[in-house]
């Protein structure tokens, strides 16, 4: 028997194996009913010959279809299709069906999700410069540092009960180096027991939004502020109010207002370089949060993503470390600390929390990785994670003032801002009546990414001019070329209206 020419395709520059695809095509056509039970199939040399294949690839395909039942060999005789085969009624093949084709969509229902997250991850252009939404900058991160410490692990005798499972709150070694690092760092006088290894700052929202909030809960936070958190919230079923924040961070009055009205379940807070709008929680406010959540009973959850980077002065404690009613879930991670690769981050909170934040956290991720969070460990034990963070404190500082300059002296016309105390970004203003959309979409074109101007407030359809740049992750070069394309976009966007509108 021959194939008749295009009953199956090869597609060599696919990634299934070439016999897999001859097995796939074989199983598709019978299953159509184009070969039918019992018929016999073309020896494995003519078919070789025919598909233009090696002979050893059709034995190979004909030996998986043997291992699935699909078909029979008899000695001597040749290989037929079996004459007992599951779900083979033959069906009309649709015009737009394509053999070995992979379904681009279930023949089952699948709810659309309400994620925030319209669009997975997106590669930016490889030849743009980047304005991050505040990143550090990765070709700083002590990697070295962190393979010598996977090397020194690899020597050990006892190296492989780290690829066993573990401990679900994460490694015993690593959380006790952070309860000393957070001791002497911030304040926090806590104990292993008291914190929670999660894989960013991300996961502690999620099981937090998990373990505390029940349906129609309500959930207070900033706006503008951190949207993916809310969105968190809403979909462990909390309705979020939101507050203003101004120059002295989230407004406490306001969430006293709303707590004389409703019963309140729990306040998201970034007190330190508040994103996107930068700005520091004020000592006063971070005094009378405390006091609402004692008086009202609500749980205040303290995101303090970069806490480590302050160039104005030494940074207010965080309000875990005053905290002496067990008000604050204090959350945090190494992924803006080092790099936002290393996924490393961790939750504080009194003891029973933690407890039922770990039983979630197994149902998310059984464990997190126990080379890197060993890794980690060592580094923080013997210091060198204080002393890089003390030398990128230094260089994130000098790319700071670098920045401000360079907005002053080329676009001081065009933007305005307020130096920020710490952190990796700069929130400005767009003057002029430019429209951030506008900007982000004409400096593209001229080699440059920058935020359009969304995801800031909760309503994405709320009208503003503000954009969020980071520096930490660009050089001084970086920097001054980065600002010359912005204004070269802003300058040809007020010379020539009409391109604008076009865009």
Known sequence: MQFPKGLIIIDKNSHVPVYLQIANGIISHIRRGTLKPASALPGSRILAADLQVHRKTVVAAYDELYAQSWVDAYPRKGIFVAKNLPDVSPRKIKDELQPNAYPGKTFFEVPVSSSPFSQPFQKKPEHNLVFDDGFPDTRLAPIELM??????????????????????????????????????????????????????????????????????????????????????????????????????????????????????????????????????????????????????????????????????????????????????????????TIAPGIRIGFMIAPQNLIIQATRFRKLVDRQGEQLIEEAMAALIKNGDISRHLKKANKTYHERRDILCRLLQEKLGEYVKFKIPDGGFAIWIEYLKGLKPAEVAAKAATMGLTISDGTDYYHDPAYLHNHVRIGFASLNPKELEQAVDILKKAIVALLANPQVAISL
């Open 147 to 336: 393979v010598r410490e996977y090397r020194r692990f690899a020597r050990y005798h006892f190296t492989s009960k780290y690829l066993l499972y573990g401990p679900e709150q994460g490694s015993e070694n690593l959380r006790n180096e952070l309860a000393r690092f957070f001791g002497e760092t911030r304040g926090l006088q806590v104990n292993p027991e008291n914190i929670l290894i999660t894989k960013g700052v991300q996961m502690a929202l999620y099981l937090i939004g998990q373990v505390l909030i029940s349906k129609n809960d309500i959930v207070i936070a900033g706006d503008p502020g951190y949207t993916v958190a809310s969105e968190i919230f809403e979909l462990a079923g909390a309705k979020v109010q939101l507050v203003p924040v101004d120059e002295n961070g989230i407004n406490a009055d306001a969430i006293d207002d709303i707590c004389k009205k409703k019963k309140v379940r729990l306040v998201y807070v970034i007190p330190h370089h508040h994103s996107p709008t930068t700005v520091t929680l004020s000592a006063e406010r971070r005094m009378q949060l405390l006091e609402l959540a004692r008086k009202h009973k609500f749980a205040i959850v303290e995101d303090d993503y970069d806490f480590d980077f302050h160039y104005a002065s030494s940074p207010i404690l965080p309000l875990a470390s005053v905290d002496y009613c067990g008000s604050v879930v204090y959350v945090g991670s190494f992924s803006k």
